[in-house]
């Protein structure tokens, strides 16, 4: 959009600059017409014309005049253009800056926005270390408890395992027979 506005701009100028020489041009024939009726006048001033002469010289009058008021018209014409044009040009000078105005600002947002993603990941990051601490201590505390817990199932196992051996007495073994294996090199009784 900046750019048609450059180029709409830049051809108003162009417009104008022409307008403002086709004024001078007009202005010079002007100038050269009110220096050739006042030759023509003062040129004259001591003679009295013939009553043709006279006429002719009042209906170049009347042209000229004519012609003069023609130029004055497109004079005031062109002016109004002009003025049309400047108030234009004044418009789109401010659009412009503040087009300007805006590109800067949003330059200078997408300059910080490394910034403030790396701000607002950071602290996003801050609550998940948080979150991920808690997790390992209740992780740390829960594998102590499972230790302990591993530890005295371990103890009860290992003491409802143990064989219960019948005590003995002072007095030998007398309640209790023990299998007789036999002597050595001889069948035992179970065998025969």
Known sequence: MAQSSYTDMNEQQAE???LEAELEMRDQLV??????L?????????????????EQHQA??????????GVEKQIDFYQGQLEERDTELLQLRQ????????SRMLEQVVQELP???????AERLSSVK????????????????LQSVTYRLAMRTRRSQRLELPSLNHNGLDGITLPSFGQPGQPTSAAS
Not at 38 to 54: C, Y
Not at 60 to 69: N, S
């Open 31 to 36: 100038q050269q017409l009110s220096q050739e």
């Open 130 to 145: 948080q979150r991920v601490a808690e997790l390992q201590r209740e992780n740390r505390q829960l594998q102590a408890e």
């Open 115 to 121: 910034a403030v993603y790396r701000q607002k990941f």
């Open 95 to 102: 659009t412009v800056q503040e087009l300007t105005d805006r």
């Open 16 to 18: 104008i600059a022409r």
């Open 60 to 69: 170049e009058m009347r042209a000229l005049r004519d012609q003069l008021r």
């Open 38 to 54: 006042f030759r023509l006048v003062k040129g004259n001033a001591g003679f009295m014309p013939s009553p043709e002469v006279s």
